[in-house]
């Protein structure tokens, strides 16, 4: 499987667009490397990149910036409220695809020397790349930032870890690691105060302030200057005035967001915020978030209002970004801001991108793709909509709000089906094309038919897998369906009924799929096999559906 890194440089330039421009292409000219997004900040005067591909193309990408952000970006003259120590700040690579942090630091290592053997430039290692843990934190190795460290590099516990202990007055120093994905995250403010701003900051960030006692620092029993902790775990954060917007921002960096996600340190900064007088305006995320950050917030916020969860990505994504009101200095686009997005293949959506009209237009062409396995895909997508549905509206309905979390959760599985059975409508027709190709491969000689041969069945065996998950999926949507039926709003039951003969019709269709493929397949035990669970699926799908109709009759009375 194809290993993915991500790359996060941070150039100290964000005003003139010609620099970053020039930095950019030097990423954009190696093959194999996409470039997601670049973020550009005239206050911090520094610009964000963010990056991806397989390692050594990302390694190559990277050093090819380096080298020309040393060539174009004089730290002599920089300024910018941004701590910094050089034109390239620090470049940090984050495991992403089938890749462990240990591999990643060794490439990181790897980026680092060539960096300092070939540029002559002073690199410092940090985080996991980082061997001596007293010099991996990245704020300790940028304390003094540029204007001091044309002393500090000459004191021997900061040798740099590859490239010359001589300060470059133009370049300055870099900081290459590897660490875990961080969003880098801005919450606003209506002060012009940094003072505060940073009160704000000590409050919420893991290291909190120093302890002082009638204005005396208090030393602990070590007699090192005693802290009192902030209230976020793995949270960096500062006080700053963004003369842009003429505002003062909390600016974090949410190093583990499965600690705390995004939607927590929002919170947290209204909270602080409200008891020293100020209010929060809005947020703004610097760089990409990963989906999930998203949903998770946009479910925290639905669950404060006391409203059902199980609702699509987008209406998520729009609530978390209204909530946190991520659009109030630019505009929040999801498919430039969230990973997955920017590295989603379009044409791995190609059917479920169409409008209804399209989608049918093209099942009736002469082509045989889409076929039976899509069509039974989206029904079955169809179904677990509808029980979607009676379940959101069965949580709002009038009177019954002691009950909206019950509901919630089943609109939540609900949504999940319905979610998986819209990718398998492409991915059945993808498995389809895949036999087509296959059956093209060249078979001019023993070697070619063999590898002709591989392909072929390969190619049949994901296209067994495909529509059998198809029958798995829906036969599982039923659960929410019948529940729907039994306990749901009354006035919806229909739809329940109407959800159950999608479902059925799903798992019927996918199971003939199945068959029709099985029979070009090879290996008999693994037909075999396939076969008697399908038909225990099918058997268990109509028996339930029979229930379900029988529920939803009695209910409808007419």
């Known amino acids: 499987m194809q290993q993915l890194i991500e790359c996060v440089p941070n150039f100290s330039e964000g005003n003139d667009l010609n620099i970053i421009k020039q930095i950019t292409d030097q990423i954009e000219s190696v093959e194999g490397v996409k470039l997601l997004n670049v973020d550009p900040g005239k206050a911090t005067n520094r610009t964000v990149v ?12 990277a050093f090819r910036a380096i080298k020309k952000a040393g060539e174009l970006i004089d730290m002599s003259k ?3 409220e941004h701590p910094r120590m050089g034109a390239t700040d620090v470049c940090p690579l984050i495991p992403i695809a089938n890749i462990s942090m240990e591999e990643t630091a060794k490439y990181a290592q790897e980026l680092a020397k060539r960096v300092g ?29 540029y204007e001091g460290f044309f002393k500090k590099i000459k004191q021997p516990e900061w040798k740099p870890d590859f490239g010359p202990a001589e300060f470059d007055a133009k370049r300055g120093a870099t900081v290459i690691g590897a660490r875990d994905f961080l969003v880098a995250y801005n919450v606003n403010l209506n002060t012009t105060s940094v003072r505060r701003a940073n009160a704000i900051a000590f409050d919420v960030r893991e290291a909190g302030r120093v302890k002082k006692e009638n204005n005396k620092t208090v030393l602990d ?11 976020l775990k793995s949270v960096k954060a500062i006080g700053w005035y963004i003369e842009e917007y003429g505002i003062a921002q909390i600016s974090m960096n949410l190093t583990n967001i499965n600690i705390t996600p995004v939607h927590i340190a929002f919170d947290e900064v209204c909270k602080k915020a409200e008891q020293r007088g100020m209010r929060v305006t809005g947020s703004e995320l610097v760089g990409l978030i990963p989906l999930k950050a998203m949903l998770d917030a946009g479910k925290y916020f639905l669950k404060k209002q006391k409203r059902s969860t199980g609702v699509s990505e987008k209406e998520l994504i729009k609530i978390a970004v209204k909530s946190m009101v991520l659009d109030e200095l630019t505009s929040f686009k999801p498919e430039e801001r969230i990973i997955e997005y920017m590295l989603a293949n379009k044409a791995d959506s190609k059917l479920v991108g169409m409008s209804l009209t399209a989608f049918a237009d093209e099942t009736a062409s002469e082509s045989p793709a889409p076929g039976g396995g899509s069509i039974s895909a989206y029904i079955g997508a169809l179904g677990a909509a509808l029980a979607t549905m009676v379940a959101n509206l069965s949580s709002h309905k009038k009177g019954w709000d002691e009950r909206w979390e019950e509901f919630s959760d089943w609109a ?3 949504e999940h089906y319905k979610s998986e ?22 078979k001019s000689n023993n070697e070619e038919k063999a590898a ?8 049949t065996k994901f296209a067994i ?17 019948k529940a729907m039926a039994e306990i749901g709003n009354p006035n919806s039951v229909s739809d329940a009924g109407v959800a159950a003969l999608c479902a059925r019709s799903a798992v019927i269709g996918a199971f003939m799929n199945v068959r029709i493929n099985a029979k070009d397949f090879e290996d008999k035990n693994f037909v075999n096999d396939i076969i008697a669970k399908g038909k225990e699926i099918e058997n268990k799908t109509i028996e339930l559906e029979t229930e379900i109709l029988k529920i939803v009759n009695e209910k409808i009375g007419v």
């Open 50 to 61: 963010t990056l991806v591909g397989e390692p050594q193309a990302v390694i190559e990408a």
């Open 452 to 459: 002709r041969t591989k392909a072929i069945q390969d190619a």
């Open 421 to 442: 059975l819209i990718k398998l409508v492409d991915a059945d027709t993808k498995a389809f094309n895949q036999i087509m190709v296959a059956f093209g491969l060249p």
């Open 465 to 481: 897998d495909i529509p059998f998950k198809v029958m798995q999926t829906a036969h599982a949507s039923l659960g929410v369906i």
């Open 78 to 80: 920089h300024k910018g």
């Open 117 to 145: 053997e070939e540029l002559q430039l002073p690199v410092y290692l940090y985080e996991a790349a980082q061997p001596k843990k007293e010099r991996n934190n990245l704020s300790v190795i940028r304390a003094g930032e």
């Open 221 to 231: 029993a070590n007699g090192k200057p005693a802290s009192i902790p902030g209230t």
């Open 412 to 414: 939540d599985k609900g």
